[in-house]
Nanobody, 124 residues
Framework: QVQLVESGGGLVQAGGSLRLSCAASGRTFSSYAMGWFRQAPGKEREFVATISRSGGSIYYADSVKGRFIISRDNAKNTVYLQMNSLKPEDTAVYCC?????????????????WGQGTQITVSS
């Protein structure tokens, strides 16, 4: 069992930056691929970024590529999402997720554990 807790959300103006953190419980964090997903009101949950167990493989959604950076610190059981050049369309609840069945994935179905999410609001 893995518990995930996100932090770092808030309100920011367009063009600003935020850094999200996702802290995981347990001693097997390094055996999980990690992902960030987001869900805006009235929309389906969508993939944002994923990182492999060692951090050696990373993949981004086209909508955030070049603006967001995912990273992880296995010694701290934490995954991060640095969000730069934020846009109003980035407004959503952001959730981190952990999965063991694949090295990394943009498919939410491969993730076993989910955090509660943190709200990001970008004002224009």
């Amino acid at each position: 069992q893995v518990q995930l807790v996100e932090s770092g959300g808030g309100l920011v103006q367009a063009g600003g930056s935020l850094r999200l953190s996702c802290a995981a419980s347990g001693r097997t964090f390094s055996s999980y691929a990690m992902g960030w997903f987001r869900q805006a009101p009235g929309k389906e949950r969508e993939f944002v970024a994923t990182i492999s167990r060692s951090g050696g493989s990373i993949y981004y959604a086209d909508s955030v590529k070049g603006r967001f950076i995912i990273s992880r610190d296995n010694a701290k059981n934490t995954v991060y999402l640095q969000m730069n050049s934020l846009k109003p369309e980035d407004t959503a609840v952001y959730c981190c997720a952990a999965g063991r069945s694949v090295p990394y994935s943009s498919n939410k179905d491969y993730y076993d554990y989910w955090g509660q999410g943190t709200q990001i609001t970008v004002s224009s």
